[in-house]
């Protein structure tokens, strides 16, 4: 029985990261739209969210039957509520990445050169490699690497709090393009949920190694 | 909560085979403390030694202290029918004796105390409804115990033991020999009694011992490796042996 069970579990964390990889590849995919305006790989993104919500139900599923049919307690039992926890996570960072290349429809109305460009490259970097090192912390289950995500949400949150600023001044000095402008503040709102995120997975990679919830206790209990 | 049972530096011997090794154990007061631990492990001896029952059989003692309500039970001077009467024992395989359910229960009661036809009658009803099986005998009173299905008979052990009004349930696999439903009957049974007892039960179902027990002791090769709140051991156990054992990676 506990063969199965880890057989299971083995094959269900596979099928965790394959989804990741792919959820990973589209939030790039979504800010390379952007920066070109890229309507096709926009819709690509848009189009492929439907496999990713699949995916997510059938782990969703396979979560539910191992619950069910091996009564995991302790060590077992965090993983499987890990990757139920994760799948969810990784299935809204899905949804993220179709806002982001919803946006791309709208920005390319505003054509090329009219508009001071928000510049996303230093905020994708963060986010991105924050999702990426949370979701090798899972691959790895390297709590040491999640506690290094989770002490970088920080910053995201204040580059995101410039773009809040940037935004706010030049829909003030280009009323006529704060359309433009709002797609930006939408766009860096999204990774700033995808950095919020990628601190939720990690400190499910915590919960599952050690036991301990954490949630809430880093930064005075706010995020 | 104050400790109704506590095990200090106890050792328990087969002849020359120790089988107990320095045991520490505090038990809570109306609460219920799950034994696990693989078969041999000395789950049953430990519950053994509670009420001095291993001492009908020759070349077997227990050093070490034994505390119930802060005495310790293993010395000499103790009344051990009056320990027995105080810690009762449920057994796995249900043991009604071969008489009525009727004097199943009332047996105890002529044993230990002086009582009146009526206050039997009161204590043998008090004790069947006690063990949620007044409904189902009320009107068969004077059928053998030996006639009712395996769970009812582990319930008519259960009123048998609490009609003596105990303080203390020993539990030895209470539900190993019955199906789920009556399983579920003695559970729920379990949950109810330890408002007025505390109760100690040795099983070999960790989901049993995880929904029903407030404490876990996990025993291996005569040894407490942990004990704790259930919700702990079965969470995120100290002990590496624990976690394997309650995953099923061995035993």
Redesign the interface.
Known sequence: ??VH?INEIENLTLLLLEVTSKVEHAVQQAIQATFSHDVPLAQKIIDADDEIDATEILIEEECLKILALY????????KVITILKVNNEIERVGDLAVNIAERVFDMVSYGENMVEKLDFEEMTGKACGMLKKSLDSLTYRDTAIAAEVISLDDEVDKLHHDAYLFVREKMLQHPNQSGYYLDCLTISRCLERIADIATNISEDVIYME???IVRHLHEGGTK | MPLKLEAKNLNFFYGNEQVLFNNNLPVEEKKITAVIGPSGCGKSTFLRVCNRIFELYRNQRAEGELLLDGVNVLLPEVDVLELRRNVGMIFQKPTPFPMSVFDNVAYPLKLHFKLSRRETFDRVEQALRGASLWDEVKDKLKTSGLALSGGQQQRLCIARAIAAEPEVLLMDEPTSALDPLATSKIEELMVELKKRFTIMVVTHNMQQAARISDATAFFYKGVIVEHGTTTKIFTNPANRKTEEYITGRFG
């Open positions: 029985m506990t069970f009564q995991p307690v302790a060590g077992d039992l965090r050690q036991g301990i």
